[in-house]
């Protein structure tokens, strides 16, 4: 059984020769850069001191190559466009290193400043004429944004401005893509996991918008999830003007390589901390399920595509809510949180959700 009927079978609940793995083919089942070296350096793939590429430079994510990949077990990779978080390509490769010395090629953009304490200035789109979006605390492992909050006048407020980041993918993006998936589809026997699309509503790592030069709209966290229960009619014009272009999207990439992808990474919104809920179940019903199911509705009805939500916390009680919105996949299953015990998960909800994770503490091991 190859990588890719592994990932097929089990998605379909079917039996499997061995458990499949994941590492890196999603933005939250990443590796950090840190641990990508020390692993290619004990199994002996590079000489001392070779840089490894980060190629998600918010959380300082490493990529992880074939040769890790086939040494590890891995049966699954991403797929994603040539933009990073910040808003630069992920090209033009250049030398840099970690505070313990560790060596890395960042893109030819990430433009970074060191500030008197320590601590690192991240710039939206590497261009530092403008404010910085992030910062990387002294001795840090991966940026925190900045928030850049202009004041805010109920009368001003515009549902555009909170959407700015996401905008319909042009042939450029196209292209780069389907190379991509071909490559992948012919070349190798992973199966493939898309990210092409930002369709998780809500995403705080979206909100404060660390891609773009000047955010407007509501982009201070506090006042973002002040505005789930203040500003709900304005919530959902947001939703709705994402939710549009997602969908039109999901068409480009289905007319084009739609039968290279097993798995979309449709939400990677946060609804648990770690004794309960973050919102209602209420407010999540109102504001985020309807456009939950209208993405998965459209993906299953045009697609073979199994939809991926993640959501770290203690989600207990909102998974029939999750499943109920189409859902086939839930990561990465925090069992560290408040009543997400794996027994018990298994028995209430094995049935209807695939659980991608679970499998070991992703917060303390």
Request: hydrophobic fraction near 35%.
């Amino acid at each position: 059984m190859n990588c890719r009927e592994r990932i097929k079978n089990a998605l379909n609940r079917k039996n499997t020769d061995k458990l499949p793995v994941d590492f890196g083919s999603s933005p939250t089942t990443g590796m950090h850069i840190s641990i990508v070296y020390k692993l290619r350096q004990y199994y002996g793939l590079d000489t001392p001191d070779t840089p490894v590429k980060i190629i998600e430079p918010f959380q300082m994510l490493g990529e992880i190559k074939d040769d890790l990949k086939n040494i590890i077990g891995i049966d699954v990779v991403n797929l994603n466009s040539n933009y990073n978080f910040f808003g630069f390509k992920n090209e033009n490769w250049k030398e840099w290193r970690l505070w313990d010395g560790t060596p890395v090629l960042v893109p030819g953009l990430f433009n970074t400043i060191v500030n008197p304490d320590g601590s690192i200035f991240q710039y939206p789109e590497g261009d530092k004429d403008y404010q910085p979006s992030a910062k990387m605390p002294y001795r840090g492992y991966f940026f925190d944004s900045i928030i850049r909050q202009n004041p805010i006048l109920e009368e001003n407020l515009n549902p555009q401005d909170n959407t700015e980041e996401f905008s319909i993918l042009n042939e450029e993006d196209l292209a780069f893509i389907e190379k991509r998936a071909i490559e992948l589809f012919k070349n190798t026997e992973y199966s493939i996991n898309s990210n092409i699309v930002a369709s998780g509503f809500g995403d705080v790592a979206f909100i404060p918008g660390p891609m773009l030069k000047n955010p407007k709209g509501i982009r201070d966290i506090t006042e973002w999830y002040i505005s789930l229960y203040t500003r709900q009619s304005y919530i959902k014009k947001v939703f709705e003007i994402q939710c549009n272009i997602a969908i039109e999207n999901y068409k480009k990439i289905n007319d084009r390589i739609g039968k290279y992808i097993d798995v979309v990474y449709v939400s990677g919104t946060d609804f648990g901390m770690q004794e309960n809920l973050i919102i209602s179940k209420e407010v999540y019903r109102n504001l985020f399920k309807p456009f939950h199911l209208k993405i998965n509705n459209w993906i299953h009805k045009n697609t073979n595509w199994k939809t991926f939500i993640h959501s770290c916390g203690a989600i207990f009680d909102l998974i029939p809510d999750i499943i109920d919105a189409g859902f086939d996949i839930l990561n990465p299953v925090q069992i560290s949180a408040n009543g997400m015990i794996p027994e018990k998960l298994k028995k209430e909800y094995g049935k209807d959700i695939i659980f991608w994770g679970g499998g070991i503490n992703t917060q303390k091991t």
